[in-house]
T-cell receptor, first 113, second 114 residues
Framework: GENVEQHPSTLSVQEGDSAVIKCTYSDSASNYFPWYKQELGKRPQLIIDIRSNVGEKKDQRIAVTLNKTAKHFSLHITETQPEDSAVYFCAANSVRGAQKLVFGQGTRLTINP | DAGVIQSPRHEVTEMGQEVTLRCKPI?????LFWYRQTMMRGLELLIY????????DSGMPEDRFSAKMPNASFSTLKIQPSEPRDSAVYFC????????????FGPGTRLTVL
């Protein structure tokens, strides 16, 4: 089945700098890659997603890139702000066998003022 | 819509007791998912339903865990008997599609088994 690896597990950046979180997946047939943000004590919420027919997607300060050949995708946050501090999860859909979303282990992002 | 609703929000129980977690999905969503979140294991899918039918329960850790969905607006996750290692946050989520679209998570139930 699908396996998703996420790095780094923790990331600390200065306010205003950029943050990059990377994920790799194992199933070349996967075609949907969402990113969820989970603030402390809250539920995970979708912030951006990308499908395999595009290589990049942007939404204001966040962007996701996808490299299907290398089977990795990344989340980019520019001009980071304190409210960006949270745990971020990547995921990929498993399409062979049992279909489901497989989540990475998460990255705890801290924005330092 | 109020979103996915879960109850209780917090549950503290003693080892050996039965625990029942409840979930109301977003109306019209055909898929319902139960996840468990711990620091060590991250976000794990336990089971999911499609149109009230359990489809994949391969993530259910052992026979002490069971889940039901008697109708489109209600699901339960039961642990009997509970053990300290079951302590975690349990999330319910629902979606319109299986694995190609947004899953909407409930607020979670924080379970502590003493």
């Amino acid at each position: 089945g699908e396996n998703v690896e996420q790095h780094p597990s923790t990331l600390s950046v200065q306010e205003g700098d950029s943050a990059v979180i990377k994920c790799t997946y194992s199933d070349s047939a996967s075609n949907y890659f969402p990113w969820y943000k989970q603030e402390l004590g809250k539920r995970p919420q979708l912030i951006i997603d990308i499908r395999s027919n595009v290589g990049e997607k942007k939404d204001q300060r966040i962007a996701v890139t996808l490299n299907k050949t290398a089977k990795h995708f990344s989340l980019h946050i520019t001009e980071t702000q304190p409210e960006d501090s949270a745990v971020y999860f990547c995921a990929a859909n498993s399409v062979r066998g049992a279909q489901k979303l497989v989540f990475g282990q998460g990255t705890r992002l801290t924005i330092n003022p | 819509d109020a979103g996915v609703i879960q109850s209780p929000r917090h549950e503290v129980t003693e080892m050996g007791q039965e625990v029942t977690l409840r979930c109301k999905p977003i109306s019209g969503h055909d898929y319902l998912f139960w996840y468990r979140q711990t620091m060590m294991r991250g976000l794990e899918l336990l089971i999911y339903f499609n149109n009230n039918v359990p489809i994949d329960d391969s993530g259910m850790p052992e026979d002490r865990f069971s889940a039901k969905m008697p109708n489109a607006s209600f699901s339960t996750l039961k642990i009997q008997p509970s053990e300290p290692r079951d302590s975690a946050v349990y999330f319910c989520a629902s979606s319109l599609v299986l694995a190609g679209g947004e899953q909407f998570f409930g607020p979670g139930t924080r379970l502590t088994v003493l």
